[in-house]
């Protein structure tokens, strides 16, 4: 009998995936803090994991446009298209749109997440390797 890591580790392995991406938005809107017109974004991540939830559980998601005044469909990706915009309480006059309070308080909660599912993903390793060796 095998073990399958998709259905021992569920949908975790991608969390830990989306946070670390989600890391490196946040950080790139905090290095353009300064540079005028930069419109900072956010990774909407409970939608993001919730749609890969549902890819697990039904399968993939594939649209196809047979006409070309079809709407088409947007954010089944991890592409640019699931990046939002970030609205800012105070705009600048320079029509910068990143907040640096609201952009640090994000990364370090992103941080505090990413380490515990993390955590989760180690422990569930170490009761993968206790079943192996039968403890």
Same mark, same amino acid.
């Given at each position: 009998m095998s073990i399958s890591f998709d259905k021992a580790l569920g949908i975790h392995q991608q969390a830990l995936s989306f946070r670390s991406q989600r890391a490196e938005v946040l950080a790139n809107n905090l290095a353009n803090a300064d540079t005028p017109n930069f419109k900072a974004r956010d990774l909407d991540f409970a939608s993001v994991l919730a749609a890969q939830s549902d890819k697990a559980k039904h399968g993939t998601f594939n649209a196809a446009r047979t006409n070309e &005044?079809? *709407?088409?469909? $947007? @954010?089944? @990706?991890?592409? $640019? /298209?699931?990046?939002?915009? &970030? %609205?800012?309480?105070?705009?600048? *006059? /320079?029509?910068? %749109?990143? /907040? $640096?309070q609201i952009e640090q308080a994000s990364y370090a909660e992103n941080s505090v997440q990413f380490q515990a599912s993390f955590t989760f993903l180690n422990n569930k390793f170490k009761g993968l390797m206790n079943a192996l060796r039968g403890e």
């Open positions: &005044r079809h *709407i088409a469909a $947007e @954010g089944f @990706g991890m592409g $640019e /298209d699931v990046l939002k915009y &970030r %609205t800012p309480f105070q705009p600048s *006059i /320079d029509q910068n %749109t990143v /907040d $640096e």
